[in-house]
């Protein structure tokens, strides 16, 4: 964990919030830690990560094509 993805956490948290949504301060690790390395985020649980602006892909997910 770095001071950055400590940032991105803090940003996220505090815009979910406002919308009322709530998401887990490890997923919200995750994702900043996704981000910040511009990484895919390989995981069936895209849902809570949307609206991160991490590309997603969802393994178990249905192909598209």
């Given at each position: 964990?770095?001071?950055?993805?400590?940032?991105?956490?803090?940003?996220?948290?505090?815009?979910?919030?406002?919308?009322?949504?709530?998401?887990?301060?490890?997923?919200?690790l995750?994702?900043?830690?996704?981000?910040?390395?511009?990484?895919?985020?390989?995981?069936?649980?895209?849902r809570?990560?949307?609206?991160?602006?991490?590309?997603?892909?969802?393994?178990?997910g249905?192909?598209?094509g």
């Amino acid at each position: 964990m770095t001071r950055l993805s400590q940032k991105q956490c803090a940003i996220w948290r505090g815009r979910f919030r406002q919308q009322g949504i709530i998401r887990s301060q490890a997923d919200l690790l995750i994702g900043a830690t996704a981000l910040l390395h511009d990484l895919v985020l390989v995981t069936r649980n895209t849902r809570d990560f949307e609206g991160c602006g991490i590309q997603l892909f969802d393994p178990f997910g249905e192909p598209k094509g």
